[in-house]
C-alpha cells in the first residue's frame, strides 16, 4: 500500500508518517524543506522516540520523499497512491490542492485506479472538506462528478504533542506517547479498509471539539499566561500551582459547554481534562512556549480555540470568564520571529484593544465575552505597567 503525505515536519514524521508506517504503508512525503527531502530520499528510513522515562525508539523505514516544487512528480504518485494525507497546518492547504487536483485528474484516466482518500490531519474543523473544495475548485465539472465516485475527503482530528525539535539528526523526532487520530468513517468509500492506528467514528465533531477544546484551548492557555508570567516553557507553566488552576479553570467551562452539547458523562470527561493536564506536565519534553502560543491571529478567530467555546458557552448561559482571560493574555503575546505576533503588537499600539479584539474574534461591540475580555485585558496592562506577575 501506498500513501503520500504532506508535510514532513515533526507531526509528518513523528505522528502520521510512523502510524501509516507502522499499518503497511510505503509512505512518500512531499515538502519544501530541501534539507529533509533530501535526507529523506538518501537514507529512506528516520528515527522516533517517545517523551517517556524508558526514552523508547521506533525505526521508520521504506519511506521517501519529493520536493513540492516538482508538481508533476507529486502528480504520479498522488495517481499510484492509496492514501493521500497532510499536515501542513491548514494555512498551507491551498498549496497543497493543485498538485491534489492534477494526481486526481491522472486517476481518473486510470480505469483500474482503485478509490482514493484524502485525509487532511490539521487543528482546524473540517479540514479535509476545506481541502476538497480547495482541489475541486480546480478541477472542471465532468472531472468532479467522476471524482466524487472515486475520491473521499473525510474529515480527522488528530492529536499528538511534539514540541520544537533540538536534535543532532534533523530527521530523529522526538513525540509524547499518547496519539489520538480519529476519522470520519461514514464519509468512507464503499469497501475502504481500516488503518490500524486510526479511531472510526460516525460522527466526528463531538471528537473534534472535544480535542480542539480541550488540548488546543488548554495548550495555548497555558502558553499565553505563561508567556505573561515570563515563563519559556509549558512545563514550567504547569509547575507553577497558580498557572495550572488558571488552566483547569478555563478547561471547566469548556468541558461544562461540552458535556451538555454532547450529553457527555461529566466526571468521564474531566478525566479526560485531568490527563490532558499530565500531558501537558510530561517531564520528558521541553514545549516551548512560543512555540504553543504562535500565531495568536489565527488563534483568537471566529471559529477556533477560544472564540468558538466561548460562543457556544455563553448561547448556553455558561460562564466565560477564563476563556476571556486567555483572549486578553493572546494580547500580550510579542514572541520573536512571529510575524503574527508583530502585526497584532503593532496594530495594539495604532488603534487600541478594542477595536483589535472585535476585528479579529469577531465579537460585535459590546459583546459580553467581549466586555471581560477587555476588562481583563486592563488589568493584565496594569499589573504590567507595576511590574507584577499576572
Given at each position: 500500500m501506498k500513501a503520500v503525505h504532506f508535510g514532513a515536519g515533526n507531526i509528518g514524521r513523528g505522528f502520521i508518517g510512523l502510524t501509516l508506517s507502522q499499518a503497511g504503508y510505503e509512505v512518500c512525503f512531499v515538502d519544501v524543506n530541501d534539507q529533509i527531502v533530501s535526507l529523506l530520499q538518501q537514507r529512506r528510513s528516520y528515527t522516533v522516540k517517545l517523551a517517556n522515562d524508558t526514552g523508547d525508539e521506533t525505526r521508520v523505514s521504506g519511506v521517501t520523499a519529493l520536493h513540492g516544487s516538482r508538481a508533476e512528480q507529486v502528480a504520479a504518485a498522488i495517481a499510484e497512491a492509496d492514501l493521500v494525507t497532510t499536515a501542513v497546518g491548514v494555512g498551507a492547504l491551498k498549496h497543497v490542492a493543485p498538485a491534489l487536483a492534477q494526481g486526481i485528474a491522472?486517476?481518473?484516466?486510470?480505469?483500474?485506479?482503485?478509490?482514493?482518500?484524502?485525509?487532511?490531519?490539521?487543528?482546524?474543523?473540517?479540514?479535509?472538506?476545506?481541502?476538497?473544495?480547495?482541489?475541486?475548485?480546480?478541477?472542471?465539472?465532468?472531472?468532479?462528478?467522476?471524482?466524487?465516485?472515486?475520491?473521499?475527503?473525510?474529515?480527522?482530528?488528530?492529536?499528538?504533542?511534539v514540541p520544537i525539535q533540538q536534535n543532532e539528526d534533523p530527521l530523529e523526532v522526538v513525540v509524547e506517547p499518547f496519539f489520538e487520530w480519529v476519522v470520519d468513517e461514514s464519509a468512507l468509500l464503499e469497501g475502504a479498509g481500516r488503518i490500524d492506528g486510526i479511531h472510526y467514528v460516525p460522527d466526528l465533531?463531538?471528537?473534534?471539539?472535544?480535542?480542539?477544546?480541550?488540548?488546543?484551548?488548554?495548550?495555548?492557555?497555558?502558553?499565553?499566561?505563561?508567556?505573561?508570567?515570563?515563563?519559556?516553557?509549558?512545563?514550567?507553566?504547569?509547575?507553577?500551582?497558580?498557572?495550572k488552576d488558571e488552566v483547569l479553570?478555563?478547561?471547566?467551562?469548556?468541558?461544562?459547554?461540552?458535556?451538555?452539547?454532547?450529553?457527555?458523562?461529566?466526571?468521564?470527561?474531566?478525566?479526560?481534562?485531568?490527563?490532558?493536564?499530565?500531558?501537558?506536565?510530561?517531564?520528558?519534553?521541553?514545549?516551548?512556549?512560543?512555540?504553543?502560543?504562535?500565531?495568536?491571529?489565527?488563534?483568537l478567530s471566529p471559529q477556533d480555540r477560544l472564540v468558538r467555546p466561548a460562543r457556544l458557552a455563553h448561547e448556553s448561559g455558561l460562564p466565560t470568564e477564563q476563556l476571556a482571560s486567555g483572549m486578553a493574555a493572546a494580547l500580550f503575546f510579542d514572541a520573536p520571529d512571529d510575524p503574527e505576533a508583530a502585526s497584532l503588537q503593532a496594530e495594539l499600539a495604532e488603534e487600541g484593544p478594542s477595536a483589535v479584539i472585535e476585528r479579529y474574534t469577531g465579537l460585535p461591540s459590546g459583546h459580553p465575552i467581549l466586555r471581560q475580555a477587555l476588562a481583563r485585558y486592563e488589568v493584565y496592562l496594569q499589573l504590567r505597567t507595576k511590574g507584577e506577575e499576572t
Open positions: 491522472l486517476r481518473l484516466a486510470q480505469s483500474d485506479a482503485p478509490p482514493l482518500h484524502v485525509i487532511a490531519c490539521e487543528n482546524t474543523i473540517g479540514g479535509s472538506a476545506q481541502l476538497k473544495g480547495l482541489t475541486y475548485a480546480l478541477l472542471n465539472e465532468s472531472f468532479i462528478r467522476q471524482a466524487e465516485q472515486r475520491t473521499a475527503f473525510p474529515d480527522a482530528a488528530v492529536d499528538r504533542i465533531e463531538p471528537y473534534i471539539e472535544r480535542k480542539l477544546f480541550t488540548v488546543n484551548t488548554g495548550h495555548c492557555v497555558a502558553a499565553y499566561h505563561g508567556y505573561l508570567a515570563g515563563y519559556r516553557t509549558i512545563q514550567e507553566v504547569m509547575a507553577d500551582g497558580k498557572l479553570r478555563t478547561l471547566m467551562e469548556t468541558g461544562d459547554m461540552l458535556v451538555r452539547r454532547h450529553s457527555w458523562d461529566s466526571r468521564e470527561h474531566r478525566r479526560y481534562v485531568e490527563r490532558i493536564l499530565e500531558r501537558f506536565a510530561n517531564p520528558h519534553l521541553t514545549d516551548e512556549v512560543a512555540r504553543v502560543g504562535r500565531s495568536p491571529i489565527r488563534k
